[in-house]
């Protein structure tokens, strides 16, 4: 539990520089639109999945939404008919790059349950890369290869065009970027 208060914090608030796991993983964005934007989407949907991790009865079937932003909620209702054009763009682009189909978002956040390894990341935070793209860093104890389709899709989900990674890196390059100028506009 103490693993999720601080993952959701992080999601709240940039982690402070003195305090990272020695190897992070990264994952390079390139970006629908605005990065501000973007980083907001993003934040939000994990934000409710780690909330749902630290609050809900994973026992149940259905999980609750009250904390799920609308747009990721509109992605699977009458076929993402009435999602945004950035999360119906970013569907289609985790469909045509990873070869996989989108997730149910009761599925996605069953993934965020405690008591199951299956999640192999936990967020870290996220840096500027450029104009239009972000990194985001996920503490993956120290593991180059783990499964992180459940991050690709609410990555692409939330405006993504591309997602490379994961890229095993040490953690003074995140802090080297979280220190940069230009950091807090996301």
Same mark, same amino acid.
């Given at each position: 539990?103490?693993?999720?208060?601080?993952?959701?914090?992080?999601?709240?608030?940039?982690?402070?520089?003195?305090?990272?796991?020695?190897?992070?993983?990264?994952?390079?964005?390139?970006?629908?639109?605005?990065?501000?934007?973007?980083?907001?989407?993003?934040?939000?949907?994990?934000?409710?999945?780690?909330?749902?991790?630290?609050?809900?009865?994973?026992?149940?079937?259905? !999980?609750?939404?009250?904390? =799920?932003?609308?747009?990721?909620? /509109?992605?699977? +209702? *009458? #076929?993402?008919?009435?999602?945004?054009?950035?999360?119906?763009?970013?569907?289609?682009?985790?469909?045509?790059?990873?070869?996989?189909?989108?997730?149910?978002?009761?599925?996605?956040?069953?993934?965020?349950?405690?008591?199951?390894?299956?999640?192999?990341?936990?967020?870290?935070?996220?840096?500027?890369?450029?104009?239009?793209?972000?990194?985001?860093?996920?503490?993956?104890?120290?593991?180059?290869?783990?499964?992180? !389709?459940?991050?690709?899709? =609410?990555?692409?989900?939330?405006? /993504?065009?591309? +997602? *490379? #990674?994961?890229?095993?890196?040490?953690?003074?390059?995140?802090?080297?970027?979280?220190?940069?100028?230009?950091?807090?506009?996301?």
């Amino acid at each position: 539990m103490e693993s999720l208060e601080l993952e959701f914090r992080n999601l709240q608030h940039h982690p402070a520089v003195d305090s990272p796991p020695a190897i992070l993983c990264e994952f390079t964005v390139d970006t629908l639109g605005d990065c501000a934007a973007y980083v907001k989407r993003l934040r939000s949907a994990l934000s409710a999945a780690v909330y749902s991790a630290i609050t809900a009865d994973f026992e149940e079937e259905d !999980l609750p939404v009250d904390e =799920v932003p609308d747009w990721l909620i /509109a992605i699977e +209702v *009458e #076929g993402g008919r009435r999602a945004p054009d950035f999360a119906k763009s970013g569907r289609d682009a985790y469909v045509s790059q990873t070869g996989q189909r989108p997730w149910s978002l009761q599925n996605w956040l069953h993934r965020f349950d405690p008591e199951e390894d299956s999640r192999g990341w936990e967020w870290w935070d996220v840096t500027p890369a450029g104009s239009s793209c972000v990194r985001i860093w996920v503490d993956s104890w120290g593991e180059s290869f783990f499964g992180c !389709l459940d991050l690709l899709w =609410v990555a692409y989900a939330a405006g /993504a065009r591309h +997602v *490379e #990674g994961p890229t095993a890196r040490r953690s003074e390059d995140w802090v080297a970027e979280a220190t940069a100028e230009g950091f807090d506009d996301v």
